[in-house]
Each structure stands twice: as C-alpha cells, then as structure tokens.
C-alpha cells in the first residue's frame, strides 16, 4: 500500500504537508453530540482559537485556577 493519503487543510483548503499538518478536535460538553475533527495546515493551526493544554499524564497544581 503505497498510496499516501493527501491531507487538505479543513479551513483553508490547501494540502498539508504531513510534517506540517495538525488536527484540531472539538468535544461539545454534552457527550451525546459527540466529537469532531479538523485537518489543519500550520498555519491555520496557529491562528485558530484555543490554549495550549498540559500533556496528558502530569496534572499541573494550578490546574483550573481562576482565568
Ligand atoms: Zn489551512
């Protein structure tokens, strides 16, 4: 299976270069509506709402402090 998959930026429509690509993964609050996913190019992953987020496994002290 050689066949590479091109990844095209959801938002811009430009294909991603792998090396470059992000997804970006939206969980609504009510579980039932489910999740979704954007493919991203790096730019449009920079310029996109949001905050960074802690890796998983190390919860900082200050988690959830006020904003
Ligand atoms: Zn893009």
């Known amino acids: 299976m050689a066949r590479k998959t091109i990844l095209v930026c959801d938002n811009c429509g430009k ?3 792998e090396a470059q690509g992000a997804v ?3 969980s609504w609050s ?3 509506r489910g999740a979704k996913e954007a ?3 790096g730019e449009c992953a920079g310029s996109m709402p ?3 987020v802690a890796r998983r496994g190390r919860r900082p002290k200050s988690a959830s402090a006020t904003e």
Do not use: I
Request: negative net charge.
């Open 15 to 17: 294909e991603v270069d």
């Open 39 to 41: 493919d991203l190019c």
């Open 30 to 32: 009510d579980a039932r």
């Open 50 to 52: 949001g905050r960074q």
């Open 24 to 26: 970006m993964r939206l």
